[in-house]
């Protein structure tokens, strides 16, 4: 990378740091509002627990709110750069918008590459390290926080119900299994059951039947065609996974469609954040690095905010729209950010080409 390239790139990401711990600080007066839970949370595990609670949930919507971030971030260092003469006396040298670009381009893209395989992944760790209890997606919560799951086999429906998920996430404690008609039995009681390939294996079960009567068996086997992969994924959420976490649940298969579909979609957009935060930047030059006749530059700075929330909106939409299967999770997380890398290359053309 050249000397030009590094100065243009240190200048833009700079200020984009600035603008996204700004938006730090304002979402962490946001979460510090919450002082119900808080108070809770520093009253069970103390107050030091509590300040990381609000840091955290901060940095993940931080992480969401990038592209916002970014287009902000990267219309005012273009607007500083232009008050100082550093991008006229670059253009004057002979400078192309598209070497201007080029540092820029390549340093937003490794920030990027490493928001998604390492900030994400530490902030996800801690969050998870604050708030340990499942946070059920997939299955159900009651009143009592008891776990609930709906699973299949050949035989046919029943529920599995436990009083808390012990660690690993394969097994439950304090079980208690209701079978439909299907099934001879209808209800098993159990210490604890433990999902094996293909198999409910319960300890210390009692088995009740249709009259009421009753058998106790040290173990006893239920068929059920979820995977361990599809458990760990309900006994948390996609959110609460890394990306390399996520990349384990796809590859060792996930039969649930629900579960397969908010996996897959996180994934793909935590793998499409360096490609969105590009398309950002290509608006951001897009729309401010041309040539003004005028100093004034508050619509532009407007236009940008007003930009980057369609931006974090129609990403939001997506995701969702992704997570509940509506969308292909690839089309959900790439169109967004491929659609946006169109739009700044399109107006980039249309503004070098000599016609705007």
């Not at 700079?14 to 839970?37: H, K, N, P, Y």
């Not at 192309?96 to 490794?110: C, F, H």
């Not at 776990?147 to 050949?154: A, G, H, N, P």
């Not at 959110?239 to 298969?253: K, N, Q, Y």
Request: glycine fraction near 10%; proline fraction near 2%; aromatic fraction near 8%.
């Amino acid at each position: 990378m050249r000397r030009i390239d590094r100065f243009i790139a240190l200048n833009i990401v700079g200020t984009m740091s600035g603008v996204v711990f700004v938006f730090f600080c304002l979402i962490a007066l946001g979460e510090s509002l919450d002082s119900w839970r808080l108070s809770e949370l520093a009253k069970e595990r103390g107050t030091e627990i509590a300040v990381l609670s609000v840091i955290a949930n901060s940095a993940r919507w931080s992480i969401r709110t990038l592209p916002v971030t970014v287009m902000i971030g990267g219309i005012v260092a273009l607007i500083n750069l232009k008050r100082h003469g550093a991008l006229v006396v670059m253009s004057a040298s002979g400078l192309s918008i598209w070497q201007i670009l080029r540092g820029p381009v390549v340093a937003i893209a490794i920030a990027g590459t490493l928001i998604a395989l390492v900030a994400d992944t530490e902030i996800t760790r801690l969050s998870r390290f604050i708030e340990p209890a499942p946070q059920v997606a997939g299955a159900s919560v009651g009143a009592s926080n008891e776990i609930w799951l709906e699973q299949r086999s050949d035989s046919g429906r029943f529920v599995v119900t436990a009083g808390r998920a012990l660690a690993g996430a394969t097994s439950l404690a304090d079980v208690t299994v209701f079978l439909g008609r299907d099934f001879d039995l209808r209800r098993i009681v159990a210490e604890q059951a433990e999902l094996r390939s293909g198999l409910w294996v319960f300890s210390k079960a009692r088995l009740i039947t249709a009259n009421g009567k009753g058998e106790v068996l040290d173990h006893f086997f239920l068929e059920t065609d979820a995977t361990i992969a599809d458990l760990r994924l309900r006994l948390t959420s996609a959110s609460d996974l890394t990306v390399f976490e996520l990349g384990e649940a796809l590859g060792t298969g996930l039969t649930d469609p629900a579960l397969l579909a908010a996996a897959a979609t996180r994934f793909s957009r935590l793998a499409a954040l360096p490609l969105m935060l590009v398309g950002t930047l290509l608006i951001a030059f897009a729309f401010t690095a041309g040539y003004r006749r005028t100093g004034s530059y508050g619509g532009t700075v407007i236009y940008g905010i007003v930009l980057g929330f369609v931006m974090f909106v129609v990403n939001e939409m997506a995701e969702q729209a992704g997570s509940a299967g509506v969308l292909a999770p690839d089309i959900a997380a790439w169109g967004p950010a491929v659609v946006t890398v169109v739009i700044g290359l399109t107006v980039l053309l249309y503004r070098e080409d000599g016609r705007a």
